[in-house]
């Protein structure tokens, strides 16, 4: 408990000291590279500081130009894991109420976030097609696919608007497979515990080669594709080499 304390506090000062002047900065630059970078790293050295080891592997993998991430979901802690392993400025899809926290809700818009309200179908389709035509002007992005946290750690079920994404701007998807995070703090726990977590990029997929009618073809290929490179506990019930 001591170190989630250690991680709230300094990290919310952190945000009070630093969000105001980069907010104003981003306003009238309009360049979000210096409050996007100044979140992650800010993020990850409160993390690391709090015991928790990030362990990346497969960088040389990203193929250059605009890509899809990809990334399962197990735990609050593998967010900044995630997103921190990745090499250059990426948007991501997030839950509508996290824009409204004071300072980091402005700080996600201004790094070009864009918001999703899970429970209406509407919103979900206008946020895909938003981030579509992000990803066709040149801006890499992250989709959790299963859409929620896994309540056991194994890798669930995948939505589809990562791969319409895919399909609809052509570019490749580079499946994430992180491992651990879901030891380091537990689905609905504020606790965390000393730990490391692996984040390993696997092979990128030619999302380019599938059609619309293909994408659940598309779909199951990433999703096996994480699945193989997830650690055995990790893996659906019933994939092959799932513990």
């Keep these: 408990m001591f170190r989630t304390i250690f991680v709230a506090v300094f990290l919310s000062l952190y945000i009070l000291l630093v969000g105001p002047p980069l907010l104003l900065y981003t ?3 309009r360049d979000p590279d210096p409050i ?25 993998r990203i193929p250059p130009g605009v890509c899809l991430f990809v990334a399962n979901h197990t735990s609050s802690a593998d967010a900044p894991a995630v997103v921190g392993a990745i090499p250059r400025r990426i948007s991501i899809i997030l839950k509508e109420s996290l824009f409204k926290w004071p300072i980091v809700g402005q700080s996600f818009r201004s790094a070009h976030f864009i918001p999703v309200n899970r429970k209406s179908h509407e ?7 938003k981030a579509t035509e992000a990803l066709r002007s040149g801006q890499s992005f992250l989709i959790y696919p299963e859409g929620t946290r896994s309540p056991d750690g194994r890798l669930q079920n995948f939505k589809k608007g990562a791969v319409v994404m895919a399909i609809n701007s052509g570019v490749p998807i580079v ?3 992180c491992s651990g995070a879901q030891h380091v703090m537990e689905k609905r726990s504020l606790v965390m515990h000393p730990g490391e977590i692996l984040v390993e990029f696997l092979a990128p997929i030619d999302a380019s ?9 598309l779909n199951e290929k990433v999703h096996d594709a994480m699945a193989a490179g997830l650690p055995p506990d990790q893996r659906p019930i019933g994939f ?4």
């Design 175 to 177: 499946p994430m497979a």
């Design 240 to 243: 092959p080499g799932a513990a």
């Design 209 to 217: 080669k599938f059609t619309m009618e293909e994408r659940d073809t």
């Design 27 to 29: 306003y009238f630059t």
């Design 123 to 129: 919103s979900a389709i206008a946020s895909v097609e």
């Design 36 to 60: 996007y970078w100044a979140g992650i790293k800010g993020v990850m050295f409160f993390v690391r500081a709090a015991g928790v080891r990030v362990r990346v592997e497969g960088l040389e």
